[in-house]
C-alpha cells in the first residue's frame, strides 16, 4: 500500500471519529440549545446541501488542479473550524452556521480526496484498498458511536466537544504529511 494511501486512511479515521462520536446523541444536543426534530433535519440538511451544491461546483475546478493534496488539507482545516464551533453553539441559527461550515469543508476535501485515494491504488488491488476504506468507515463509526453516547452521558457535550476538536486537529496534522514528498 503506497504511503500516500495510508495517510489519507489514517487523517480520514481521525475524523470519522470525531464526527461519529457525536452523530448518534445530535437529536439530544439540538433539543439542549432550545432546537426541536425540524431543527435538526433543517441542521442536517443545510449541511447536505452546502456539500452537494458545492461538490458539484468545485469538483470540476479541482480535476484540473495540480495539488489536490492541499485541498485535502484545505477541507480539513474547514472541518476543525466546524468542530470548534461546536463549543461556541448557544442557539440554532449558530448551529446552521456550523453545518454549513462542515458542508464547505465537505466540498473542497472530498473529491480531492477521493481523486488522490483513486490516484494512488495499488495496481490490481482497486477493490480491496477501496474496501478497506470503506471497512474502516463503518469500524470507526461503530466504536465513535457506543463512545460518544458514554463520554456525553459522564461528561457533558463540552469535553465531548474538545476531544472531537482535538480529534480532528490530529487528522489535520496527519494530513500534512501528503504535503511532504517522499524522497525517492
Do not use: N
Amino acid at each position: 500500500m503506497q504511503r500516500e494511501l495510508k495517510i489519507l486512511l489514517f487523517s480520514s479515521a481521525l475524523f470519522m471519529l470525531a464526527g461519529g462520536l457525536f452523530g448518534p446523541i445530535y437529536a439530544v444536543f439540538v433539543e439542549e440549545i432550545g432546537g426541536d426534530l425540524l431543527t435538526a433535519g433543517t441542521a442536517y440538511a443545510l449541511f447536505a446541501l452546502a456539500a452537494a451544491i458545492l461538490i458539484f461546483v468545485i469538483s470540476r475546478w479541482e480535476d484540473h488542479v495540480k495539488h489536490q493534496e492541499k485541498l485535502v488539507v484545505a477541507g480539513y482545516v474547514l472541518s476543525c473550524s466546524g468542530f470548534l464551533g461546536y463549543l461556541l453553539i448557544r442557539e440554532p441559527v449558530h448551529l446552521f452556521i456550523v453545518q454549513i461550515i462542515f458542508g464547505i469543508g465537505e466540498a473542497v476535501g472530498t473529491p480531492a480526496f477521493d481523486g488522490l485515494y483513486s490516484k494512488h491504488l495499488d495496481k490490481g488491488k482497486f477493490a480491496s484498498e477501496w474496501g478497506l476504506w470503506e471497512s474502516l468507515q463503518w469500524v470507526v463509526t461503530a466504536v465513535a458511536a457506543a463512545l460518544g453516547g458514554f463520554l456525553a452521558d459522564l461528561y457533558g457535550f463540552k469535553l465531548l466537544f474538545i476531544i472531537m476538536f482535538l480529534l480532528s486537529l490530529m487528522g489535520l496534522f496527519v494530513s500534512v504529511f501528503l504535503l511532504i514528498k517522499k524522497e525517492k
